[in-house]
């Protein structure tokens, strides 16, 4: 009897309790292409009819989602491909908490409306008391478009034209303002502006000075740029992209700009992002007068620009809450990451791996040049592919797969980084060459 009259119908698979019960969890349509997919492997002769539903099983996926968790060994603490900054344990049970109804713009007590994300926007302020008002939109460029439509449609922007930066997929700064209206008018020279150069430039139609942070690059030499004391003091306001989302200085990143100090010399607005050294959820952070705050706040384009809820426990919890992931690397002891990193080496003996010395960096756009000390685990470049995988990302460099400890997930322990190495490889020698 051919073998392929024997696979097991569709809905006689699905009846398998263990499939029953993963439908309940992942969706009819993901369990039964799974399903199909096992099918059509018996019909080809690579598995036996009667394991369909076993086949059908062990091809399913964790969760829903096609996103896929992955460690981030990189070295690179911000990882824009990897989303950026990891949330911290009280950011993802915050997250979770959320996915049901919440309070979110309802008073318990009143049984009325209230302000909406009025905790995370309370423990903005209470983090950055200089920020007379704080408000969130869903990223940083949104922070900007938003100000530049509610302050200065139909007006100009004066700006550095060192300054007019690329922020990454081919976008441009200088094309998303231009988009809300807004006329720029540049001022100075790539290398040197001075507060002279902005003050030459004012005028009736002036909306307000921005002051970009150059956070994904860096100019060394004959350079010079107007601190924002002195713009404050042109009798306009003063709105400044920080970038990276500091709140209060970071000792490590001496020359990183944070919202705190910038507020205290004198900006009206400071923009910035959420999931970058803030550690948080992608938000776009405003901190400021609260009159320009309000403007905001209350333009139409706010609206369309507002923050979810899981977004907005996320960024609470990652404010209020413990140290995050992004602070834990960023602050991580290289002693302890050079000695991780020869255990780990002399528990792969057999794949020729080496406790080396390696250079972390920020990455996501913020502190560029900025080198942290690190220690790896140097294995050959061959594991890359098999690797990536299993869900581990690591970095070719002089022709070694290096994983960077410094961005490994605190809760990952040496046992378990060892088993995904070697059931990857193992995996990646059996499959057979195409």
């Known amino acids: 009897m051919d073998s392929r009259r024997r696979v097991p119908r569709t809905d006689t698979v699905l009846a398998d309790p263990r499939l029953a019960e993963a439908t309940l969890r992942l969706g009819r349509g993901i369990v039964k292409s799974a399903v199909a997919a096992a099918q059509e492997r018996a019909r080809r002769g690579e598995i036996a009819p009667e394991g369909v539903a076993d086949a059908a099983l062990a091809s399913l996926p964790t969760h829903a989602a096609t996103l896929r968790p992955v460690i981030n060994a990189t070295g690179v603490l911000l990882h824009t491909n990897l989303g950026r900054a990891p949330l911290s344990a009280a950011a993802r049970e915050a997250v979770l908490a959320a996915g049901g109804c919440t309070d979110v713009e309802y008073d318990l007590a009143t049984g009325h409306r209230s302000r909406r994300g009025r905790g995370a926007l309370a423990a903005l302020a209470e983090a950055c008391p200089a920020a007379e008002a704080v408000h969130v939109v869903n990223n940083n460029a949104a922070a900007l ?48 502006t001075t507060a002279a150069d902005y003050a030459a430039a004012l005028g009736p139609e002036t909306g307000f000075v921005l002051k970009v942070h150059p956070s994904n690059f860096r100019i060394e ?166 690797l990536r995988g299993s869900g581990v990302v690591g970095r070719l460099e002089s022709g070694r797969l290096l994983l960077d400890l410094r961005t490994l997930p605190a809760d990952l322990d040496d046992a378990e980084l060892v088993r995904r190495i070697e059931q990857a490889v193992a995996a990646g020698e059996e499959r057979p060459c195409t």
Not at 150 to 174: C, H, K, N, Q, Y
Request: hydrophobic share 45%.
């Open 145 to 192: 478009v938003l100000a530049a439509t509610a302050l200065a449609r139909d007006r100009e922007i004066v700006i550095s034209r060192g300054e007019m930066v690329e922020i990454g997929d081919g976008f441009r700064l200088p094309d998303l303002l231009v988009s809300t209206g807004a006329r720029l008018r540049e001022v100075g020279t790539t290398n040197r």
């Open 221 to 386: 030499g004959f350079t010079a740029q107007a601190p924002v004391r002195e713009l404050a003091r042109l009798g306009v306001p003063v709105v400044v992209d920080i970038g990276s989302g500091l709140l209060a200085p970071e000792p490590v990143l001496p020359d990183e700009p944070d919202a705190a100090t910038v507020l205290r010399e004198g900006a009206d607005l400071v923009t910035a992002s959420g999931d970058k050294l803030l550690g948080g959820p992608q938000a776009g952070v405003l901190l400021g007068r609260a009159d320009l705050i309000e403007r905001l706040r209350r333009h139409p384009l706010a609206r369309a620009l507002r923050v979810d809820k899981l977004t907005l426990a996320a960024l609470e919890a990652t404010v209020r809450g413990p140290r995050t992931p992004t602070e834990e690397a960023l602050h991580a002891d290289v002693r302890a990451l050079r000695q991780r990193a020869e255990r780990l080496a002399k528990r792969l003996p057999e794949h020729d791996a080496l406790a080396v010395e390696s250079t972390a960096r920020v990455g996501g756009g913020g502190a560029p040049g900025v080198e942290l000390p690190s220690a790896a685990v140097s294995l050959p470049a061959s594991y890359a592919v098999p």
